[in-house]
Every structure is written in C-alpha cells, then in structure tokens.
C-alpha cells in the first residue's frame, strides 16, 4: 500500500489562481464542451475548463492521489506514480491502448482528489474516468476492456458506487471499456466533452449526489473473461467549480 498527497502545480500562488464560484447552476454547456456552465468564473474557461496559465490547479482533472492499493499482477507505470494518473489523459484512439497509465493489479484499488474543485451534478455525465481500453479488431462489439468500479465519497469516508454488474459487453456503469480519444488519437477531441473525449462516463445523479470531492476506483479481478488488470489513465470533470477567493 502506498499513499500520497500530491498537488498537481501545488504552488500558492496558483492556487490562489482559482476563479470565484458562480452562483449559476454549475451544470457543463452542451454536454460539457464549453467547461461549466460555459463560464470561465467557474473554472470553465475555452477548452471546457483549463482557465489559463494561472488556473492549473482548477483544470477540472484531477490533481492527487490520496491511496492506492496495488494486486497481483501490478507494477506497470508505478515508477511515474503519482504524476502518470493527475491531469489530462493521453487517449490512443479506438485501436490502441496508450501506454501513459498505471496497472492496480488483479483486486487493487486508487482514490483520486481534485483539490479545491467539487465536482457538481450538472445535466448529464459529471465526470469522465479514462483507462485504456480500445475496440478489438476495430469492432465496437468486442471491446478490449479492463474493467473497474467507480466510486465516489463528498467526504472521504460515505462512498456510493457506480453498480459494475455486468460481466459481458456493453459493460454497462464499469469504468474500463471505452477507447480514450482525448489527449493523444485525436487532437481536436476535448477531454470536459464526452460527445468527443471518449472514456467512459459517470453522473452523480445515478447515485443521488449533489457533490463529490473523492473518485475511487477498484479492479474487477472476479469479473471473468477480461484481459488484464484496471489501467488508470487519466479522470476529467464534465461539471465542476472551484472555490471563491
């Protein structure tokens, strides 16, 4: 078991950069493609989050790893922990897995900060969790999937679950089964907009949250059939805010 507490740009004076909290509903524009709300006061910024230079640490990715537990079978991508997993992802399209991720091994598990972001039920997906996933022979019946069950906490210590039932595709609310197009496979694809980022989707709504500052994800080494251990690359918020300064 390993544990950090790792601000992505941690400095002060960029985390005074954060831009005040909207009084709007923090919901992403168009399926997220504008940031939150469509309003850079929110952290939302062109891009779908990243507000500038100034405003890293407010990006909508996210910035810490609080625990990660590793399985058997782990140790790809540990030498690069924490950075391999905090900020953007690095997608490699619908045929190839990238390789910018971190193996948690058969039963291992992650928990992911955000800083001062709080991630906001808006219309639709709230947050993108990205592994490295990609369509078997370029078919997207047979997904080449490393699947995981998402989880979220406001708190740390409550968490409900993202139900990862399915045990044969479409892998259903599982992390871990849809190719990452963001950050790599496709230049023009916004890693806030799930219309293009690729990843797979999740909305605070399913599980009757307002709110979450904590994702947890955990690999689903009793699902048979899969072909490996849980890759994280990369988690992107759809709809989020930073806090007022």
Known sequence: MARWRFLLFASSTLVGGCAESSAEPQGG??????GVGGSAAVGGGENG???????LV?????????DVSYGNGAGFGQKDMPGIVLGAPKGGGETTGSLDVVALGNGGSITLGFGEQLIRNGDGPDFIVFENAFWAGGDPESP???????EVSADGETWLSFGCTATAAPYGAC????????GGADSSADAHNPATAGGDTFDLADVGL????FVRITDRADITGLNGSFDL????LVSWSCPER
Request: aromatic share 6%; net charge negative; glycine share 18%.
């Open 233 to 236: 690359d990369a988690i992107a």
């Open 210 to 213: 307002e709110t979450a500052r």
């Open 29 to 34: 524009a168009e399926q997220g493609g504008s």
């Open 58 to 66: 407010c990006a909508g990715f996210a910035s810490e790893v609080i």
């Open 144 to 150: 080449f999937a490393e699947l995981g069950t998402v």
């Open 175 to 182: 992390a871990g089964w849809h190719p990452v197009m963001a």
């Open 49 to 55: 989050g990243a507000g500038g230079e100034a405003d």
